[in-house]
């Protein structure tokens, strides 16, 4: 994409890489007018701004020349740090002249800069360049084979790599080598280049085409291997560049015939040394790897030539090209927009016109307005490939499951002569950072499986640190054991055993005395066994007065209370003498006359006993005797939240015992106190309420760890477990919050790699949309489908390869989904392995997928398309008879699970018909004849019966041919060959290459045939498996040697049908490197 451009007929030399901001120097350039003729000369310095969106570049200093110039670089020497523009600007002038200009000086317009100038050359000097390594060297090339090296400390004197080369001629490049300082090379017109040693002060190899074609205008060594060069031919018979190796100096390493007219300039990028520009006479500007010569990036350019092209040191992905239309253009290789020039075309066009009044209408012109267009902006898109500045070296990024995806770009010793392509390496491995928490997890599943809570539990306990922590695992053992509420009781404190020692004592009477002072002691308590022993004592006496009294006793009717609740007992009104009872205050006397009296009376006694009587423990004995706990739990003090918890498991119906434990865990709960707060679990425990469980530990604990939502799991599992053992609940209902905190789970399990724990825990009846996703992302990190998506297959969804099924191969008629499919086939295969994986490809594009067996195009076929019937047997009347056609039976229609293709071979003789097509219904008509005997014909063939009755065709019989075995010591060739053509197939990214391995597969039944006949020598049998030995040790070179020998020394005509195809595999594989 075009960035700026400088409206100047100039060479051009950017700044070197060191400088900043960027500048490019122009020099008028020699033998090149512009359209007025002017014969003046300057040398101008402009500045890159690519912040500015205009495509003019900002001119920052002009200085007037009497020169012009042949070619003009910007060297780094006395290179000084900053902004200020330093270096030193040499040119060659048309006579001979060496010119050094400072070009600080002509930034600060000074008059003086000119740093000094030489005129030792004969004619002009057409090649400059500046050597990398000791920057103050320059060499220069002129005419009759005039090289000088020049020292920029000591300008006065030049040196010469040498004796001049004969026959004397011009000097049209010349460069230093990249790698070796002391290596120059120079190329002339003629097609020679000279390689130059200076430490011997002579050439040391001489390079040239052989059909002397070759009219050099371009020379550039490899940035990266020191003994590659290229050159570039002006000729327009020969537009190529050929790459040299100077260690194979007899023929070109490679051509590269990508322009179709002369080549004028070629510039190899120090970037990246896949990227290769040259512009020619065919008015084009490409960018091409050398190494494969692929055309990565064709510039946009008009149809002007450009004869020179350089890259910018700095940014790597400019470039600078002077065109003979006098205009130098910067461009981008990264692609963009040619939005902005268009606007500045319009701009220009409008400008054109002023603000004058043309048509005297008393008023400017207005602005041009173009209209707006509907169509998209239009986008250059970039190189092909990532250029190698911005491809990175190595990369890293985690991807579900925890897996952690990691690549690294491995150099690969190339070989001179042999394509080769960067092989990568992909790594995927499997990142745990919470061992502890897996290792929970596992244990938390055995015991699931293995229905082992109670020692789960208890396991737990005798871990456990905390108190509180022991006493919620005591509480979910509880669930798993019999009589647990008794067990609940005992975990409260309260056990009936411990409380039968505390109450009863010798003589089994109860320490009354000591429960009405408020002491509950033991028996053997020292301050309590006096009043004990005296109220025992007093119990005797009372005991033996009672039973030895026979008197006689008065029935009294006086007007006391006594005597009125004898008349009422003696009428029998039991509610009048309990209600005189009560009023003198006799609650023993009115309780047992109530009881007398029948179960209502009794309970409004109660209640009356229960109204008068105010002690600390009425109101426990009020719930006791009403049973109604639901006070007791709404009214208790939080305090003793152990002791209401204990009545509720002593007392309360099982089917309010769960609402019961809910409601005081909601007091609890909603207490500002913290360690009430988590008492409440135990609460939520009893009553087997999970989801009230999880909300109370997720607001009591810390959530955020790993290992806290682990605990929190622990618990949950278990005590739902527990639940579905003592109630029948669904299994599978879970609450909102319980749903959140299980795929919170299921989220950790994945990201440490188990998958399968994952969706086990994972909620199943729910319908958050979370949840849905991540079942579905776990089911296919596992290669299989959610239950009941099976129907909602897309087409660019993975799809399972079974194991063992070979992908398509190229040529196979394919749906437009196959390449697609395919590619998530493989992709698929890599993730199902549970071990770290390395995947090795062959990188073809800068974004393309793994290489792909693409199926060629299918060509959409008409609805009414009838195919024609196949011809089985000689036409001997070309006659077509319509009558005699229309009783031709109907061919049957296709079955509705055919394949919407024609199978690529059918056996001689056989009609099919499938993909749709309709049956053949209607009379075939003329279709069947060749266009050659369209025409009516009285005369038959040779041999056929005269007359005008058509022969109908019919399917020949066929038969099946059954080939031999081959025999199990041969058959390794076999399967080694068609391995090898398959790796070659996958990794080949041309079609040219691929319709070559398909070609040697099918030819190669040939050698198949004669390994089943068994008509081969056994020199070439075993040369055969000498190679096959070769392939699998990867050493294609001695594979194709062994080849060789084995063409050299056997008769040819038993192995040309074979051997040449097995030479094309294997050099094929040589160059893949698979």
Known sequence: MKLKEIDRTAMQAWSPAQQHPIYLATGTSAQQLDATFSTSASLEIFELDLSDPSLDMKSCATFSSTHR???????????????????????????????????AKIIAGDTEVIIA????????????????????????????????IWD?????????????????????????????????????????????????????????????RMHCSGLAWHPDVATQMVLASEDDRLPVIQMWDLRFASSPLRVLE??????????????????????????????????????????????????????????????????????????????????????????????????????????????????QQTAPQSVILPLKKPPKWIRRPVGASFSFGGKLVTFENAKSQQQPGIEQQQRHHVYLSQVVTEKEFLARSNQLQEAVQSEGFVSYCQKKIDMAQADFEKNVWAFLKVNFEEDSRVKYLELLGYRKGDLRKKVNVP????????????????????????????????????????????????????????????????????????????????????????????????????????????????RLITAVVTKNWEEIVQSCDLQNWREALAAVLTYARPDEFAALCDLLGNRLESEGDSLLQTQACLCYICAGNVEKLVACWTKAQDGNSPLSLQDLIEKVVILRKAVQLTQAVDPNAVGALLAEKMSQYANLLAAQGSIAAALTFLPANTNQPNIILLRDRLCRAQGELPVGQEALKAPYERQPMP???????????????????????????????????????????????????????????????????????????????PQSQMQQPPAPAPPTAAPSFQPPHLPAGQLVLQGGYPPASQPLGPCIMPPAVSKPSTEGAPGAP????????????????????????????????????????????????????????????????????QTLSPTIISGLHNIVKSIETHNYQEGLNIHTHIVSTSNFSETSAFMPVLKVVLTQANKLGV
């Open 152 to 212: 920029l400390n000591n300008f006065a004197t030049p040196m010469t790599p040498g004796v001049k080369t004969q026959p004397l001629e011009d000097i049209s490049c010349i460069a230093w080598n990249r790698q070796v300082q002391h290596i120059l090379a120079s190329a002339s017109p003629s097609g020679r280049a000279t390689v130059w040693d200076l430490r011997k002060n002579e050439p040391i190899i001489k390079v040239s085409d052989h059909n002397n």
């Open 117 to 148: 100038q030489k005129d030792k050359h004969t004619g002009p000097v057409r090649a400059l360049d500046v050597n990398m390594f000791q920057t103050n060297l320059v060499a220069s090339g002129a005419n009759e084979s005039e090289i000088y």
């Open 803 to 881: 194991k063992g099924q070979a992908a398509p191969v190229a040529g196979q008629m394919q749906g437009p989904q196959a390449p697609a499919q395919q590619y998530y086939q493989q992709v698929n295969g890599f993730w199902e392995s549970g071990r770290d994986m390395v995947l090795e490809f062959w990188r073809n594009g800068w974004n393309d997928p793994p290489a792909l067996n693409r199926a060629a195009k299918k060509k959409k076929v008409p609805d009414n398309f009838l195919p024609p019937v196949p011809i089985t047997s000689p036409i001997m009347n070309p006659l077509a008879d």
């Open 258 to 371: 990508s322009h179709t007219r002369g080549i004028l300039a070629i510039a190899w990028s120090m970037a990246d040394s896949e990227l290769l520009l040259s512009c020619g006479k065919d008015a084009k500007i490409l960018c091409s790897n050398p190494n494969t010569g692929e055309v990565l990036y064709e510039l946009p350019t008009n149809t002007q030539w450009c004869f020179d092209i350089q890259w910018c040191p700095r940014n790597p992905a400019v470039l600078s090209a002077a065109s003979f239309d006098g205009r130098i253009s910067v461009y981008s290789i990264m692609g963009g927009s040619t939005d902005g020039l268009r606007q500045k075309q319009v701009d220009q066009l409008s400008s054109s016109f002023g603000n004058l009044d043309p048509f005297g209408m008393g008023q400017p012109l207005p602005p041009l307005q173009l209209p």
């Open 69 to 103: 110039y042949h070619k003009l670089i910007w060297g780094p020497h006395s290179m000084t740090s900053g902004e200020r523009v330093s270096g030193v600007l040499i040119a060659g002038g048309e006579n001979g002249n060496v010119i050094l200009y400072d070009p």
């Open 946 to 1013: 005269i007359g005008n009755a058509i022969q109908h065709v019919q399917a020949l019989p066929t038969e099946k041919i059954t080939k031999k075995p081959i025999p199990d010591e041969h058959l390794i060739l076999k399967t080694t060959f068609e391995a090898l053509i398959q790796r070659c197939l996958l990794s080949a990214s041309d079609p040219q290459t691929k319709r070559k391995l398909d070609d040697a597969n099918k030819r190669l039944e040939f050698l198949y045939d004669k390994l089943r006949e």
């Open 507 to 618: 003589g089994s009477y109860a320490c009354v005395k000591c429960f009405t002072d408020g002491c509950i002691c033991s028996v053997h308590s020292l301050k309590c066994w006096p009043k004990m022993l005296m109220i025992v004592n007093d119990h005797k006496q009372e005991t033996e007065d009672l039973g030895s009294a026979k008197k006689t006793f008065n029935i009294s009717v006086s007007g006391d209370v006594d005597g009125l609740i004898t008349q009422a007992l003696l009428t029998g009104n039991f509610e009048s003498a309990v209600d005189l009872c009560l009023h003198d205050n006799r609650m023993a006397d009115a309780i047992i006359l109530a009881i007398a009296g029948g179960q209502e009376l009794l309970s409004r006694t109660q209640e009356k006993y229960f109204a008068k009587m105010q002690s600390k423990i009425t």
